[in-house]
């Protein structure tokens, strides 16, 4: 009855009429996200009806409501089909400032009119096939970078902004063609980087950093929406750009993440809001080639120098571990160097494992992320290796028992899902610089025997990586107790079938074999 009576002013109403009738349908149907299947020839007719009203001459609130009427329409994929041409398409593109020829956005009044084309362009072309190809046909990511260059620096024109970077990151998705048109043809990298800053209010203070300023207000909800729209596109882009990556491209991807150590230092609207910020930072961090990823830390400016100074000299002598990380004015310092944002991956890795859930999803991204700045960045693993392995003090209970990250991470490893155990094993184990001896340590050589196996590690030594030497952090409760460990060792069979140390075992066999192959 309400399709009916729509359609029927529809195709004979004046404006105002139109305009009531139809904000009416929207207002009942705002959280309609399924339909009845009886009346699905009316609402196909109702598109095509709303459709022929968008070229006429009518006020741009008459627009706004046929456009957000068509927006729940679209949410019905068989109602797309017959209203999915080139022509509507066109109509939808023009109305979103789309085209070319339109030069600005002055018109304050018209920003409701392209904020809901571009929301019902991103219903149809998610739910279209058909709309996916025109897509390309009317070049329709061209167009959008086109429109974020006219408003990336106007802030009061967010929503616009939202929605074009949501299609953005739909139709990146969708065609591998265009996340190679957005990188290269469209130089989509900066292009988005730069939306980054403004969502940000970034102010550099020198090539690769920015200014933190710890007690400003949060990001806005419009601001962060705009902002993770745009970090989901960047990932598109740059998917595999680990792969692809050139020298030329090192200063604009330490730009980036230059962008993005200051995206995990500011917070959102909302606890929450601030977690999906800082995951799809995350996601996109692991995007960035390893050797760009140098900028997360930097030095400390001469003053915060001088107060790193002053707090060493204010720690007891013999609080020698504790001497290399310092909290100062809300600055997580190591080594003479600002950790705060691999400080805050380490705290978003913990808060994920805690949850308990979805860890392939959640908890593998930033695990396999502080891996590989572990294993390329001396100064990040040696204090990850100081937060998460400080000196091993508690020698009474197993590795797994307890509340820290450690005890965590430890768990992991004999976690049922394949994936996230390795990658667990593997950020201890690098922390641990691929020393056999230094993993079972701090784990046990019951949850490391997977990783061990998986190396070939079983009889010790060490990984292929290398890695600078470091002094003994041995704790004299770890010496002490260390003797006591020899009650426990891997062991193997002889070839006379009795028990024996693993590594005399292996040597025994690899006796054999070369006895035999002397012998025809």
Known sequence: MDEERALYIVRAGEAGAIERVLRDYSDKHRATFKFESTDEDKRKKLCEGIFKVLVKDIPATCQVSCLEVLRILSRDKKVLVPVTTKENMQILLRLAKLNES?????????????????????????????AQQLSLELNLAAKLCNLLRKCKDRK??????????????????????????????LQGLPLLTQILESAFSIKWTDEYESAIDHNGPPLSPQETDCAIEALKALFNVTVDSWKVHKESDSHQFRVMAAVLRHCLLIVGPTEDKTEELHSNAVNLLSNVPVSCLDVLICPLTHEETA??????????????????????????????????????????????????????????PVLSLLTECSRAHRNIRKFLKDQVLPPLRDVTNRPEVGSTVRNKLVRLMTHVDLGVKQIAAEFLFVLCKERVDSLLKYTGYGNAAGLLAARGLLAGGRGDNWYSEDEDTDTEEYKNAKPKEELLKPMGLKPDGTITPLEEALNQYSVIEETSSDTD
């Not at 000299?313 to 909290?327: I, R, Y």
């Open 307 to 364: 107060q790193e100074a002053t707090t060493l000299d204010e720690l007891p002598s013999d609080k020698t571990a504790e001497k290399e990380t310092v909290l100062k004015n809300n600055t997580m310092v190591y080594n003479g160097m600002n950790m705060e944002a691999i400080h805050v991956l380490l705290n978003f890795m913990e808060k994920r494992i805690d949850k308990g859930s979805s860890y392939r999803e959640g908890l593998t």
């Open 102 to 130: 339109d030069d600005s956005l002055e018109k304050v009044s018209e920003f409701p009119v392209i904020v809901e084309s571009l929301k019902c362009l991103c219903n149809i072309v998610f739910n279209s096939q058909m």
């Open 156 to 185: 009061f024109i967010n929503d616009i902004k939202c929605f074009d970077l949501r299609l953005l990151f739909l139709l990146s998705l969708l065609h591998t063609d265009i996340r190679s048109q957005l990188r290269y043809e």
